[in-house]
């Protein structure tokens, strides 16, 4: 474990040395913004730390209500519930939804949160391989049909930033009646016109059954959120035990999550920054001739295709000054190992450049270019 104080900028401090912030998932530098920080002051001034409660016994303020409000009207759901972090949002919801006798299609590279669910939900599992529409109807169509059937997906792949076909996984769960489950925590804030995420990407506002998020990317804090119809935000209410059976999340963090919703929506150029940096990287690490998997999100993974030289890579450029994450076993096999860069909208042109520099000398000396 690394330790970086404050981890979230676009230059850090590790151990007294500064370094340009490559591996951060505060996208739209919102953890940082003056007007997000004075909502948690002010929320701390008014309710104190924490709630010293979960939310069905005295842990709900009208914060937390507002909350849920605000999200269904963001991501155009009926209704919302909080959960303390984006984990227990993905293993909470699946494991109460779904039970034994059901069926989950997972892809094969869903997130740790995902794949927990599943194992506690005791509903059985089939994992189709990454994106792959052919593997996911052949999964499908090898279930009886009077079985309840689960898809569950990313939406932005955590570790390669790729986006899920969700219009070709939505017809086939059609097709197959099945639910559709997705987790936008890379894509809230990040992808459609508006930051509203993966389902304004796709045009496909209210076409899935379930859509959650997490507020440790862009909104800057801790904690999850899963949208659906009434119903069902219904049911988890009362019988999600990850949901019942905590602390709920303490006001601050969710002033915090409130006045990020509400800067992200009044201040386009955040995101057009952002793009504007991740287009900037993408093509001149392209221009590198290192090996960029397309993506159109802020995570650009550089395929390195070994554990150790991801290590060393990574090192490297620490050594240079610039902060990246390597991904290695078991995220992804030996192979497919490789860095992560996540690009945030406060970074500078002129932190981009000095970070390409040090891309590039890295790069010789381990002959990646
Ligand atoms: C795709 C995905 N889902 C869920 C989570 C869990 O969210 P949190 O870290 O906010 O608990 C993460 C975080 O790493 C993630 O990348």
Do not use: W
């Not at 039970?99 to 094969?108: K, P």
């Not at 904690?223 to 069902?232: D, F």
């Not at 890579?313 to 030996?334: D, H, K």
């Not at 970074?347 to 450049?353: A, H, I, K």
């Amino acid at each position: 474990m690394r330790v970086i104080d404050p981890p979230a900028s676009p230059v850090v401090l590790k151990n007294g040395k500064s370094l340009i912030m490559l591996g951060s998932n505060n996208y739209l530098s919102l953890s940082t913004h003056p007007d997000v920080i004075k909502a948690a002051k002010g929320a701390l001034d008014i309710y104190g730390t924490g709630t010293c409660s979960s939310r069905l016994l005295s842990g709900t303020t009208s914060l937390h209500v507002q909350l849920e409000k605000e999200l269904s009207r963001f991501k155009e759901t009926e209704d919302t519930l909080l959960y303390s972090t984006g984990y227990m949002t993905m293993a909470g919801t699946l494991s109460t939804l779904a039970g034994e006798g059901d069926v989950i299609l997972s892809d094969q590279l869903n997130h740790a949160s995902i794949i927990d669910g599943i194992r506690l939900s005791k509903a059985q599992a089939k994992i189709y391989e990454h994106s792959d529409m052919t593997s996911l109807e052949e999964n499908l169509a090898s279930c009886e049909s009077d079985v309840n059937k689960l898809i569950v997906t990313d939406g932005v792949f955590s570790m390669k930033g790729d986006i899920a076909n969700l219009p070709e996984i939505k017809r086939l769960a059609d097709d197959y009646g099945a639910l559709v489950m997705v987790d936008d925590a890379h894509g809230t804030g990040v992808l459609g016109q508006n930051g509203h995420g993966i389902l304004e990407h796709f045009n496909m506002e209210n076409q899935v059954d379930l859509v959650c998020c997490t507020f440790s990317k862009v909104f800057g804090s801790v904690g999850g959120a899963v949208g659906a119809r009434k119903e069902i935000i219904d049911y988890l209410r009362f019988n999600s035990r990850p949901f019942l059976f905590t602390a709920s999340s303490p006001p601050s963090v969710v002033a915090t999550v409130l006045a990020a919703l509400q800067v992200l929506e009044r201040s386009p150029q955040l995101l057009r920054n952002l793009r504007q940096n991740v287009n900037f990287l993408r093509k001149n690490l392209e221009e590198l001739r290192f090996k960029v998997t397309p993506t159109q999100t802020p995570i650009i993974p550089l395929l390195i295709g070994n554990d150790k030289k991801a290590f060393q890579m990574a090192s490297q450029l620490e050594e240079e000054g610039v902060f990246v994450n390597p991904v290695v076993p078991p995220a992804v096999s030996a192979e497919s190992s490789l860095i992560r860069i996540s690009v945030m909208a406060s970074l500078s042109q002129n932190n981009l450049e000095r970070a390409l520099e040090k891309f590039k000398l890295v790069g010789k000396r381990l002959d990646l270019i």
